[in-house]
């Protein structure tokens, strides 16, 4: 077991104690690229948001590739960060007047000052491999796949107050499944997370959505995609959904192989935990489909962030394109085990931990390939669900209907299904809702009142059109509608889904089928027969194109 080279550490402890009392915002250290002015606007659009003095924004001038080499990470970005921390006294150390192998200068550290250091887009992303750097870092290095040095650039920056450590292989994480590290741990490392996607926009976007959320609390629905090639990832993956339904969110938890197809339920995503696919796929790529305000989002495979410019490509950057808020990926293949843990990033997050200390208490190994992506300081659940409830008023008017969902869900966990077909009743009352009306439809059917759903959804025929992310839901009110005895119901709300949705075209041909199943029901043959028309064009097109 490799841990840190810490030199005179036990100096500093105090100073380290004595900073630990401050506001977490005055001590939050911000990196840009004096190169990139989206890079400053980032950073400074941040820092004013969560009241960061403007000082504690550190701009050094650098490359605009993603990926640097070891020579130019330590000339460029470590040994200049590195040198201004220690002469604004965030690191205390010492200079000495030695090189280590890797050109960095040796210092004998004592402690630092820093909450968080959040790096900003178009600071370099990952450093590559070097071979005339190579060397052993036993016991890792036995094995053939940690005889690398490539790494990303925010993993080796938590290592700034370390000293010159072995860049070899990994380091492990001294506070990883540490829920109360003491200040010797602590002054180990520097906690680093990232602000970056595909645009500025993107990141400006994830800043603000953030915040927002956190104002009322994160508020949508959960889903967990729980089978891979591995079973020690499932067995993450199944804790995660026991604790997403613990907090009750109700998780949709597939448990079929590969990830979510497109035309699953996937209404207001607000969790969203799953892997085990090359590049985002399934609901994620319908049209302008978004996630809901704060939303944790995480796949987990290999390269899922071995780049954050691109919205299609691996995971990371599209899904913060889309709208999260949170997500973690690697940069290289970090191999499951030393990735950061889904299970043990939501058990943090849940007891009200902020980001930045919660990815570190998830994640073992540091000198390695992980990132994290958003605002350290973002506390999810840092309102608690009966606090939410009871502010209710005060939210947003389209997740006030998700709040009601998951009251519902805790009150029926509680064995209070009377008290909760009630609450859904009044609140279906004070602003219909496509999620409220399902739930509702739902738990009179198995209360033995099939009669009750019709009036529960016929409104949905009359809804405007639909978010992307939306669409399944619809589909599932016209389906419910069609099995308690309202086909005509049904086909409205067919009608109204096929006349405002864009879908691909192998999921507008399962709808016409489903919708012409409908209108036969019903009795309305020529609309049965035009949708069954239109479903057989969309097979002969694709029987033919290449």
């Not at 729980?226 to 804790?239: D, F, I, N, T």
């Not at 339920?265 to 996630?291: E, I, M, Q, V």
């Not at 509702?440 to 209360?447: D, P």
Request: charged share 20%.
């Amino acid at each position: 077991m490799r841990w840190l080279r810490t030199g005179m550490l036990w100096i500093g402890l105090s100073l380290f104690a004595a900073a630990s009392g401050d506001e977490a915002s005055s001590r939050l250290i911000i990196l840009a690229n004096a190169n990139d002015p989206d890079s400053l606007r980032i950073a400074r659009h941040y820092a004013a948001q969560r009241q960061v003095p403007a000082e504690n924004i550190i701009a050094l001038s650098l490359a605009a590739a993603e990926t640097i080499g070891w020579g130019e990470f330590v000339r460029t970005l470590w040994q200049p960060l590195l040198d201004e921390l220690v002469a604004r006294d965030w690191i205390s150390a010492i200079r000495m007047n030695l090189q280590d192998e890797v050109g960095r200068i040796k210092y004998a550290m004592s402690g630092h000052r820093i909450s968080y250091l959040v790096i900003c887009r178009g600071v370099p992303l990952r450093i590559s491999h070097d071979p005339q750097l190579a060397a052993e870092a036993r016991p890792m290095t036995e094995k053939p796949e940690f005889r690398t040095n490539r790494g990303s650039v925010d993993s080796e920056l938590s290592l700034l107050a370390a000293g010159n450590y072995n860049i070899n292989a990994f380091v492990r994480n001294p506070i990883f499944l540490n829920e109360r590290p003491g200040s010797f741990d602590q002054a180990q490392l520097v906690k680093v997370t990232r602000l970056d996607g595909p645009a500025a926009t993107d990141v400006i976007a994830l800043i603000d959505r953030t915040i927002s959320a956190e104002r009322h609390g994160l508020l949508g629905r959960a889903y967990v995609d729980v089978r891979g090639p591995h079973k020690q990832g499932e067995r993450w993956l199944e804790a995660v959904a026991r604790q997403l339904d613990e907090l009750h969110f109700d998780p949709e938890v597939r448990l079929q192989p590969g990830t979510f197809p497109a035309g699953v339920r996937f209404d207001a995503p607000a969790l969203y935990f799953g892997w085990y696919a090359r590049h985002l796929n399934g609901p994620f790529t319908l049209p302008n489909f978004r996630l809901a305000p704060g939303a944790i989002a995480l796949h987990i495979h290999s390269n899922s962030a071995e780049t954050l410019r691109s919205t299609t490509t691996g995971w990371c950057g599209p899904l913060v394109a889309r709208g999260a808020a949170v997500t973690c990926g690697a940069v290289y293949e970090p191999y499951l085990e030393l990735m950061h843990q889904p299970q043990l990033l939501l058990r943090m997050l849940a007891r009200g931990h902020n980001l930045g200390d919660a990815a570190y208490y998830a994640v073992p190994a540091l000198s390695w390939q992980n990132i994290v992506i958003g605002d350290p300081l973002y506390r999810p659940f840092a309102r608690e669900q009966a606090e939410q409830w009871a502010g209710r008023e005060t939210l947003p008017a389209t997740l006030r209907a998700y709040a009601a969902l998951r009251e519902i869900n805790r009150l029926v966990a509680a064995q209070k299904r009377a008290e909760a077909m009630d609450l859904a009743r009044q609140e279906m009352r004070r602003q219909p809702s496509l999620a409220l009306g399902v739930a509702l439809a739902r738990l009179l059917a198995e209360e033995g009142q099939p009669e009750a759903v019709a009036p529960m959804l016929g409104f949905a025929a009359f809804l405007p059109s639909a978010r992307s992310d939306e669409w399944a839901l619809w589909q599932q009110a016209a389906a419910l509608l069609e099995q308690h005895g309202a086909p005509a119901a049904a086909v409205g709300a067919y009608k109204a889904l096929l006349g405002s949705a864009n879908p691909p075209p192998e999921l507008r041909q399962t709808w016409l089928t489903e919708a012409a199943r409908a209108a036969r029901l019903a009795g309305d043959m020529m609309q049965s027969t035009r949708w069954e028309q239109e479903a057989a064009a969309l097979t002969a097109r694709a029987n033919t194109e290449p």
